[in-house]
């Protein structure tokens, strides 16, 4: 037991000791835990461009475009009587969206008439498509029914009933509370894997390195206390300071983050002991980190991708981790529902940490 402390503090001193690891393994989980969220404060996009083609130059007409105006949402960078050239401006992205109100729009509303504002979005960027469409919606509809309630006693025309959002999770519908819960699990994923195998290589270059049990399981214990500290920290403190949706149920991830933790060490090490250098590390994030973080589902739903894309996508525990705890912190699900994926996690780290122990101390 005491040899088995000695390796646990030795792996520490040997951490701090290499400023690389050092920056990769704890530095770069703080300094994420800020970047992250600060590029996404603002939550919602504001303030996009549209132009306005108004046919018709009427007073509602005029109505509808200064309520438009008063629209966080969107910005009114010309209001202009030709469809045509509204056309071309969106081509040179000069706007993002097309608010047509044709010439006879009164006349449609007075006689009830289907037909009336036309909206063109491009769909070049969903986001923005969404918000313009938000803040349009509202600003009409407002228009529209102050003008049925002047001549309501002529036309028997009246709005549909509004439609109501609620969202259940993300009840600011922003897109860093959207984003970021997805991308904290995958931050931890590649620093373990790009500090250990950091870590591991450099042994394994300097020497002939056999780790007995002892010093195994205490790098393995070393980088499980780091691992679980910085999930704790992200989906603790940084959620709490971003008021993102967090703490839907508390134990479960309690209970989940010590087994992704194992899962994501197992992988590492294995990883690690087909590495000659400690360069080589770098090699694996480069082009690992944004595949893995597409197919985890989050950026482009599984349903739309193909099937062989989707068997991928489940295979890699990243992919179970990202999907588990956006499950346990944000929705809130009970622990048995997320069992499976830590029965997929236990299994899939036991014969990764097995593999490692082999190649690592066994294989000749």
């Not at 591991?200 to 691992?227: D, V």
């Not at 482009?300 to 499950?327: D, K, R």
Request: charged fraction near 10%.
């Amino acid at each position: 037991m005491k040899q088995f402390f000695q390796y646990y503090c030795q792996t520490f001193k040997d951490i701090f000791a290499n400023s690389s690891i050092l920056t990769t393994l704890i530095l770069s989980v703080l300094m994420y835990s800020f970047f992250y969220p600060t590029a996404y404060q603002a939550q919602q996009a504001q303030a996009l461009p549209i132009i306005i083609v108004d046919e018709e130059q009427s007073a509602l007409t005029s109505t509808i475009i200064g309520q438009v105006t008063q629209s966080p949402n969107v910005e009114v960078k010309a209001v202009i009587g030709n469809f045509a050239e509204a056309k071309r401006m969106i081509q040179r992205q000069q706007a993002d969206g097309i608010l047509l109100l044709p010439e006879n729009l009164s006349n449609s509303i007075h006689h009830g008439e289907v037909g009336g504002v036309g909206l063109y979005l491009s769909a070049a960027n969903f986001l923005k498509t969404k918000q313009i469409g938000l803040g349009l919606a509202t600003s009409i509809e407002n228009a529209l029914v102050e003008q049925v309630q002047k001549f309501g006693h002529v036309s028997h025309f009246s709005p549909a009933l509004s439609i109501h959002q609620i969202p259940l999770f993300n009840t600011l519908s922003g897109y860093g509370s959207y984003i970021f819960p997805a991308v904290a699990p995958l931050i931890i994923h590649q620093t373990i894997v790009l500090g250990l195998c950091m870590l591991l290589a450099g042994y394994r270059e300097q020497k002939q390195w056999k780790p007995n049990a002892s010093e195994f399981w205490a790098i393995f214990l070393a980088i499980l206390t780091i691992g679980c500290l910085g999930c704790f920290y992200l989906f603790g403190f940084t959620f709490w300071l971003y008021d993102y949706p967090r703490g839907g149920n508390f134990i479960g991830m309690l209970i989940a983050v010590p087994i992704f933790i194992s899962c994501i060490i197992g992988l590492a090490m294995l990883l690690a002991s087909f590495l000659d250098m400690p360069e080589r590390a770098g090699h694996l994030i480069v082009f690992t980190s944004i595949p893995l973080f597409l197919l985890s589902g989050t950026a482009w739903p599984h349903a739309a991708m193909p099937l062989w894309l989707q068997g991928l996508g489940e295979f890699l525990p990243s992919t179970q981790g990202i999907q588990m705890f956006i499950q346990l912190n944000q929705m809130g699900v009970p622990t048995e529902i997320v069992i499976p994926k830590l029965i997929y996690l236990s299994m899939f780290g036991c014969i990764s940490l097995l593999w490692a122990y082999w190649r690592l101390k066994l294989k000749p």
